[in-house]
């Protein structure tokens, strides 16, 4: 079987997901030690805390782009929100978690680019980046202060934009 060409985010040329079960489910943490969690409605970064919920994001891959730079889209687990990248209303790119279904994104034959992430091996191969396809430089980030929004961000400043990953097996 090909793979696309990160061995540790590959899906399988050809992979057609029957439903939200075929799609990869990530846990992610950035190299501060802060993993992603839905806190009223809002994807923030937190520090690991006594029976803290575990959240995966569910990764399915953009094929209305060029697979070579792995375009992808992240939603919740459940598949029902997605993250998203828009202006904000001073005109810089914001992360939004939005009420869309990742399936009907995965199998909607445009670019959506606004929902795509090019997916990075980046710093290590137990790293990786994820950059906004809308916002080419703008990248999933954190802040270093805990529990604050994961927003978007250029790669070297003062936000992370490393993260670890966990596969969920299904």
């Known amino acids: 079987m090909d793979y696309l060409e990160s061995p540790s985010l590959a899906f399988p040329v050809g992979f ?8 990869l489910m990530l846990r992610l943490w950035d190299i501060e030690q802060k993993f992603l969690y839905l806190k009223n409605n809002v994807l923030v970064a937190t520090p690991p805390y006594p029976n803290m919920p575990v959240y995966f994001m569910s990764v399915l891959v953009n094929r ?9 889209f992240m939603g919740l687990e459940n598949g029902q929100f997605t993250l998203s990248c828009v202006k904000s209303s ?21 670019k959506q680019l606004s929902f795509t992430f090019y997916s ?7 790293t ?12 999933l980030s954190t802040s270093f202060e805990p529990n604050m929004p994961v927003g978007l961000s250029h790669p070297g400043g003062t936000e992370n934009t490393l993260f670890y990953f966990e596969k969920k097996v299904q």
Not at 64 to 72: A, E, I, R, T
Not at 120 to 126: A, H, N, V
Not at 128 to 139: Q, T
Request: glycine share 8%; charged share 35%; proline share 11%.
């Open 16 to 23: 057609e997901p029957k439903g939200l079960k075929g799609a």
């Open 90 to 110: 001073e005109g810089q790119p914001q992360l939004k978690l939005v009420e869309r279904d990742i399936m009907e994104l995965y199998f909607k034959p445009e």
């Open 64 to 72: 209305s782009l060029d697979s070579k730079k792995q375009p992808v």
């Open 128 to 139: 990786c980046s994820f950059e906004s396809a809308e916002f080419p430089g703008w990248f």
């Open 120 to 126: 990075k091996i980046d710093g290590s191969p137990e």
